[in-house]
Every structure is written in structure tokens, then in C-alpha cells.
């Protein structure tokens, strides 16, 4: 079993006093608050603002537990993770501004090397999280807005893909599919990620393998990643090289000051990962336009998004005799072939009458 220990910390701490950048410390406490029950249903500081408020306790997921749980905190450092070390030459990502939209292109493979998915039995991580889905490559392509503006209201997360890295991985929220802290209770790999069941690989909070360089004015973290709102993620560090608590930012897990945006002075809003949960963001502070040109697919299963052929229009009919938006309708379902069982549970109605409204919208 691998364990993680202090040494790649201070190794991180010497190289960000000598070169100005270094690998991501993704836990330099001890232990850490547990998130379990920090699900609200609006805006509100160290919870998951979800738009899925529901969820089944027998949902797929980690077995048990270990001593790194400690009643309402956890210990990072005395996790287990999987064991592994797997390379993909083949990833690739580009982010490229095309008129009033910044494009993100990717196959979902990260840029850094990932743990043995599905676990195996001889891995001792399977004692704990018997992960079965393998790591696939995806089809991501991502229209934001080049410069984000903040909503009215905010909005809430999903779960599946809350925002993209740099790296070339998905970012989730902190939830796993029970409603649990994912990164307290999941075992992910040396690189804090893992592979959902249509195998899209993914952080629920920060990664290792992220490189947290400090190029901004004042020592402060540099991008990371944007969520799907267009806003950027940063990393640990803020307005004055400090370490960012939730404490610093507002309910959505951001706060607005002047940063290097497109390579020039800006004064925006931004998000920040934390080592608190809920890690990433909290809730969407910006407006998200056509939600459904956001696409993440399989490669080995694109084609039609709704379940059982049809497309877009059958996918929007059905949504509308469901009274929900086509977007979280699609986030239901999920990829190809449809989990109607998972969507009953975030859409709060029936499998029956999900499958009618999508034979209806067939007709």
C-alpha cells in the first residue's frame, strides 16, 4: 500500500523558494474538516451548492473506511492510494480565444501519469474503493465566454464536470455519488483522480500534479483551470502569496481583485482551490450560456445524446415534458447508455416517467 508523506511538501516548499514554482502541496495539514452533510440547497460558505439534492446512501462508491476518518476529520496523509503509475503520451489539450469565446479542446487524458484503473485485487486501495471503470478517452469541447460576467443570482453546481484543468482532466464538485466528502472517502490515485463509470478521469480537489507557479503580482497562484461559468481557477495562493481559506472567499469559493487575465492586468472575479473543503467551487457565480455546446463524450460511444437515438431534438422535447432544462436533463441521463435509475434520483421523479417522456419525444 502507498501512503502519502511530508517529504514531497518539503521538496515543494525548497522549490518554490529557489525557482518560484513548484508542485502542488495538496494537504499541508494533518487532518482536515470532514464536508459530510455540507450539501445546501443555496449559496452558502464551505457547502456544495447542488442542484442534485438527493441522494441514494447505497449509491456506487468507496467500501468502507479507514483510520485516516476521525469522527468529523479527516487525515490525508494516512489515506491509501492506488497504486500505479500509467502514462499517457497521447494527451492533449489546446485553449484558444475565437471571437467572444475561449474554446477548450481535449481528449480528457491528463498530463501526468495516473494510478492502475480498475483497481486490482492486489492493490490494497481495493480493500477500501474497488473502483471498476477504466480510464477513457473523451471527446471535451468547451464554449466560455472570454471575458465572464457575473450572474444575478448564483447558480448550482452539477455533478459530473463542474470545470476543466489544465492538466487536461475534468474538475468535479467535492460530492461523491452518496452525498459524502469524495476526496475523504474515495480512494483516488497518487495524482488525486480517478475515473467515473463512463471513464472520464477527474479531481474532486486539488491535485499533486498540478504545478502551483506564483507568476502574479504579489505571489499569487496563476490559473489552473476555468470552471464552466468561463471564470478561472487558481490555485492556493492569494492577493499577498497567502495560503486561501474559505474564510477569504465568498459562497461560491471565489472573490474579485486584480489579476494577469490573457496576459494583461484585470480586475475579475475568480474562484480558488482550497485545502478546506469543498475544495473547488462551491457554486457558479457566472452566467452559463448554452450549456448543452459543452460537451463531454466518450470517443467510443459518440453519436446521439438521447437515450435511444433521436439527438437534440428528441433530448429537448423530452426535457420539456419533464419541466426540466435541457442541460440538466443531459447531466441526468448521462453518456450513452442512458442511467435512468441515477436520473430519477436527481430529477426527483420516476424512472416510468422519464423513459415516457423520452418515447413521447420519439414520436
Known amino acids: 500500500m502507498q501512503f502519502r508523506s511530508y517529504a514531497p511538501h518539503l521538496a515543494a516548499i525548497f522549490a518554490t523558494m529557489f525557482a518560484g514554482a513548484a508542485p502542488v502541496s495538496a494537504h499541508a495539514h494533518d487532518a482536515l474538516p470532514l464536508g459530510d452533510g455540507n ?49 499517457w503520451p497521447n494527451s492533449a489539450i489546446t485553449v484558444s480565444l475565437e471571437g467572444d469565446q475561449r474554446l477548450v479542446r481535449a481528449n480528457n487524458l491528463p498530463d501526468h501519469k495516473t494510478g492502475v484503473f480498475p483497481v486490482a485485487r492486489a492493490d490494497d486501495a ?15 469541447l468547451l464554449r466560455l465566454p472570454a471575458v465572464p ?3 444575478s443570482n448564483p447558480s448550482c453546481v452539477p455533478m459530473g464536470m463542474i470545470g476543466f484543468a489544465l492538466t487536461g482532466a475534468a474538475i468535479y464538485n467535492a460530492l461523491d455519488a452518496r452525498g459524502d466528502d469524495a476526496p475523504a472517502h ?6 488525486n ?3 467515473e463509470h463512463n471513464g472520464q478521469y477527474h479531481y474532486h480537489n486539488l491535485s499533486p500534479c498540478m504545478t ?10 496563476d490559473l489552473i483551470g476555468y470552471a464552466l461559468d468561463g471564470f478561472g481557477i487558481f490555485g492556493l495562493h492569494g492577493e499577498n502569496g497567502e495560503i486561501v481559506e474559505n474564510k477569504d472567499l465568498d459562497a461560491c469559493h471565489g472573490h474579485t481583485h486584480e489579476v494577469i ?3 494583461k492586468k ?37 453519436g446521439n445524446r438521447a437515450p435511444g437515438g433521436g439527438g437534440h431534438a428528441v433530448l429537448q422535447k423530452a426535457a420539456q415534458i419533464l419541466g426540466v432544462s435541457e442541460h440538466r436533463l443531459m447531466d441526468a441521463v448521462g453518456a450513452p447508455p442512458p442511467n435512468f435509475h441515477r436520473a430519477a434520483q436527481m430529477l426527483d421523479k420516476s424512472e416510468r416517467e422519464i423513459r415516457q417522456a423520452f418515447g413521447t419525444a420519439r414520436q
Open 186 to 191: 474515495e480512494i483516488q490515485d497518487s495524482c
Open 266 to 302: 484585470r480586475t475579475i472575479y475568480h474562484y480558488h482551490f482550497t485545502e478546506e473543503y469543498p475544495y473547488t467551487i462551491g457554486c457558479f457565480s457566472g452566467t452559463i450560456e448554452n450549456r448543452q455546446a459543452n460537451r463531454q463524450m466518450p470517443r467510443a460511444r459518440q
Open 39 to 87: 450539501v445546501s440547497s443555496k449559496p452558502k460558505s464551505g457547502n456544495v451548492y447542488s442542484c442534485q439534492q438527493r441522494f441514494n446512501p447505497n449509491a456506487p462508491g468507496a467500501q468502507a473506511s479507514g483510520k485516516w476518518i476521525r469522527g468529523n476529520e479527516w487525515a490525508p496523509t494516512a489515506k491509501p492510494i492506488v497504486d500505479g503509475a500509467v502514462a
Open 212 to 221: 502551483d507557479s506564483r507568476s502574479q503580482p504579489g505571489g499569487h497562484s
Open 193 to 195: 483522480g480517478h475515473p
Open 126 to 140: 481495493y480493500r477500501y474503493d474497488r473502483n471498476p471503470n477504466s480510464i477513457r478517452e473523451q471527446d471535451i
Open 261 to 263: 487575465w490573457d496576459g
Open 149 to 151: 460576467q457575473l450572474a
